[in-house]
């Protein structure tokens, strides 16, 4: 379950009755759009149907009968958030957004370069402050993954961006081969791989090129700095990093 601080009402009239449940946001959406497959005792505050969810009032087990044939909570509160409305406070809207824009200049800045500087990646701040002086509003209650285009739109005027992958080739020594090819295979699509004859493992990776520096860090944790590392622009060019 999640706290009280956390979710958000979702209140249905019906009958002359009305029907509370306690949720979290985005899994109310979720529902709403036919698109929620979680658990849902993970993502409710209360496993009880209300009347009046700020007093804790309960509607009557005949009216949960007359509306929904049952008064089993679990079955009802999809119910609910499906046929109702999702409220929330000015707080909730304005927390929902902070946290929908913190998540969407994160989707930014793993996939986008600024091609102007060698595809290097745009720190958070810059995405940040392009996004103010755009006057991007985020939308508390949509996916990020469906305003990052708008939100592309609004940045190119802005500050030169581009949304890539990149494809490096990373050679781990022998003595860092066996622990480090593990985690380098898990940070992106392993294109290839080859083991070679002094024990040494070669791996091509394919990633967000906004993740370049944090690959290029793993890459050193994993072999105490004595990987060799070099991006693949075609089948057949590998150019030094």
């Keep these: 379950m999640i706290s009280l601080d956390e979710a958000v009402t979702a209140r249905l009239e019906s009958h002359g009755a009305r029907f509370e449940v306690l949720i979290d946001p985005d899994a109310a959406l979720a529902m709403k759009r036919g698109e929620f497959d979680g658990e849902l005792e993970e993502v409710i505050a209360a496993e009880d149907v209300f009347e009046d969810a700020s007093r804790g009032d309960r509607p009557a087990e005949s009216d949960l009968e007359t509306v929904f044939d049952t008064t089993d909570p679990m079955e009802i509160i999809p119910q609910v958030v499906e046929r109702g409305e999702i409220q929330i406070t000015a707080e909730q809207r304005r927390e929902m957004q902070e946290q929908k824009r913190r998540q969407l200049v994160n989707t930014i800045v793993r996939n986008a370069v600024n091609p102007q500087m060698d595809d290097a990646p745009h720190p958070p701040e810059r995405i940040e402050r392009a996004l103010e002086e755009a006057r991007f509003k985020v939308d508390p209650m949509e996916p990020v993954e469906s305003q990052v285009d708008d939100a592309l739109d ?4 802005v500050i030169p961006i581009r949304f890539d992958e990149m494809t490096i080739a990373v050679r781990l020594p022998a003595d860092y081969a066996g622990s480090g090819q593990a985690r380098i295979r898990q940070f992106g699509d392993l294109e290839r791989e080859e083991w070679q004859n002094d024990g040494g493992w070669v791996g091509v990776v394919t990633f967000p090129a906004g993740l370049q ?29």
């Design 154 to 157: 609004v940045l190119r005027p």
């Design 213 to 241: 520096n944090d690959f290029y860090d793993l890459a050193n944790e994993v072999s105490s700095g004595e990987a060799e590392t070099r991006v693949v622009k075609d089948e057949d060019e590998l150019s030094t990093r």
